[in-house]
C-alpha cells in the first residue's frame, strides 16, 4: 500500500469537475510524492485546450495511465501531483513533460492515439510519448498513416529497417503482414527498392483448386485476396491499380517464383507456415541484391497434408543463427483485431497445452 502525501491533499477525479480542475486561463505545476517527500518539478504552461486533451472526456485519458503505471495523479488548481514509487512517477513524469513539449510545436492528439501510446511506454520504459509521435508513426504512400500498437510491433518494424531477412511468426491478427506490406510501400515510394513482389502459398485448404470457376489466375486469387486487401488499404485504388499494369507491385502464388532472381525488389512470402521444406528454400535463393524479404506466418495453423513438414518451422531450426537473418515473435498480447479475438487466442492456446499433458 501506497504512503499519502503529506505535502498534498490529493483529490478524488469523480468527485472534483473537470471544469474546475484546472482554470482555463492558467498554466499547471508538476509535482511527485515518493514517500512523503515532496518536489516541486519544472513549471509545465498549457492552455485549456491542451489539457483537456491529456486529461480527455471524463479524465479517462489520466485515468488509463494511471492503471497501466500503477500511479495516482491529482490536480488542484494548478497542480498536478503523482504519487507512487519513483520509477512509475518519473515515468509519468516524463509522460507529462513531452506532453507538454508536443502540445507547445503544435502537436494534435487523439484519445485513442494517446491510450496506445501510454500502454507502450508501460510495457517498454525506455520508450516515450516523443518517439511515439514523431518516430514510430509513418505514411508510407500518403493515404494512411501507419503506427505499430505494441512493442512488440516496433521492434519487428525496426528490424525490416535494419535486416535484410526478417521472420515475423505469431498468431493470426497480430500484424505481421500488414506491417510488412507498409514497410515494403514505404521502401518502394522512398526509392530503395524498384518493385514489390508478394506471395503466398496456394495450399488448397480442403478444396481443390481444378473445381473453382475461372482461368487459373481467378483460381488462385482467392488466396492472394489478404495481400490487396492491404495495398489498397495503404494506397488509393487507382494508383495500386497502374502498379499492378506495369507490375511494379506483383502479388502471385508461391510457386511463379521458381527460377527467378528478384534484385532491388522488397520481397514478402505470407503464410509461409504453410511452405514445404523444399519450396522455403527455394524462395529464400530467389532474393538477389538490393532486395530485402520479410516471411510471415502462424506455426499453430499449418494446412499441409499429413507427413508434409512446414518450410517456417524447418527455416526457424535452420537459420536461426545466421547474421542478417532476424526472427521476431509476437504472442496474442500484440492482436490488434476485437479484444475477444486475444481471449480465443489464448484461450485455444491453454486447451492445446492440456491436450499435451
Excluded at 514497410?183 to 485448404?205: D, F, G, T, W
Aim: glycine share 6%.
Amino acid at each position: 500500500m501506497r504512503e499519502a502525501c503529506s505535502s498534498v491533499h490529493p483529490l478524488i477525479h469523480d468527485s472534483y469537475p473537470s471544469a474546475l480542475r484546472y482554470p482555463p486561463d492558467k498554466a499547471f505545476n508538476v509535482s511527485t510524492c515518493r514517500k512523503r517527500e515532496f518536489e516541486l518539478l519544472k513549471k509545465i504552461e498549457l492552455p485549456p485546450r491542451g489539457l483537456e486533451t491529456l486529461f480527455g472526456v471524463h479524465d479517462q485519458n489520466i485515468k488509463y495511465l494511471e492503471s497501466l503505471l500503477d500511479v495516482r495523479i491529482d490536480a488542484r488548481g494548478q497542480d498536478l501531483s503523482i504519487d507512487g514509487d519513483s520509477k512509475d512517477v518519473e515515468t509519468a513524469e516524463r509522460i507529462l513533460e513531452d506532453f507538454s513539449e508536443l502540445f507547445k510545436e503544435g502537436g494534435q492528439f487523439t484519445d485513442k492515439e494517446l491510450r496506445e501510446a501510454f500502454a507502450q511506454i508501460a510495457e517498454d520504459r525506455a520508450f516515450s510519448l516523443r518517439d511515439y509521435f514523431t518516430k514510430a508513426r509513418f505514411n508510407p504512400a500518403g493515404k494512411k498513416q501507419v503506427a505499430p500498437k505494441s512493442a512488440t510491433q516496433r521492434k519487428y518494424i525496426q528490424t525490416i529497417q535494419e535486416k535484410d531477412v526478417v521472420f515475423g511468426i505469431g498468431v493470426a491478427g497480430t500484424g505481421k503482414t500488414y506491417l510488412a506490406v507498409a514497410m515494403a510501400v514505404q521502401a518502394l515510394m522512398s526509392k530503395q527498392v524498384n518493385r514489390i513482389v508478394l506471395a503466398r502459398p496456394a495450399v488448397e485448404a480442403g478444396e481443390k483448386l481444378g473445381f473453382l470457376p475461372g482461368d487459373l489466375q481467378d483460381k488462385v486469387d482467392p488466396y492472394l485476396r489478404p495481400l490487396y486487401d492491404a495495398l489498397f488499404d495503404l494506397i488509393d485504388y487507382e494508383r495500386v491499380t497502374r502498379l499492378l499494369e506495369k507490375r511494379v507491385i506483383e502479388v502471385a502464388p508461391l510457386a511463379f517464383m521458381r527460377g527467378r532472381t528478384l534484385s532491388d525488389a522488397f520481397i514478402i512470402l505470407d503464410e509461409a507456415q504453410n511452405t514445404t521444406s523444399e519450396q522455403m528454400k527455394m524462395f529464400l535463393t530467389r532474393i538477389g541484391f538490393g532486395s530485402k524479404a520479410v516471411i510471415t506466418g502462424d506455426v499453430t495453423q499449418v494446412d499441409l497434408p499429413v507427413g508434409k513438414r512446414s518450410g517456417l518451422i524447418e527455416a526457424e531450426r535452420v537459420l536461426s543463427n545466421l547474421d542478417g537473418i532476424e526472427f521476431v515473435y509476437f504472442t496474442e498480447k500484440d492482436v490488434v483485431r476485437h479484444k475477444l479475438v486475444q481471449m480465443i487466442i489464448k484461450a485455444y492456446e491453454e486447451h492445446t497445452k492440456k491436450s499435451h499433458i
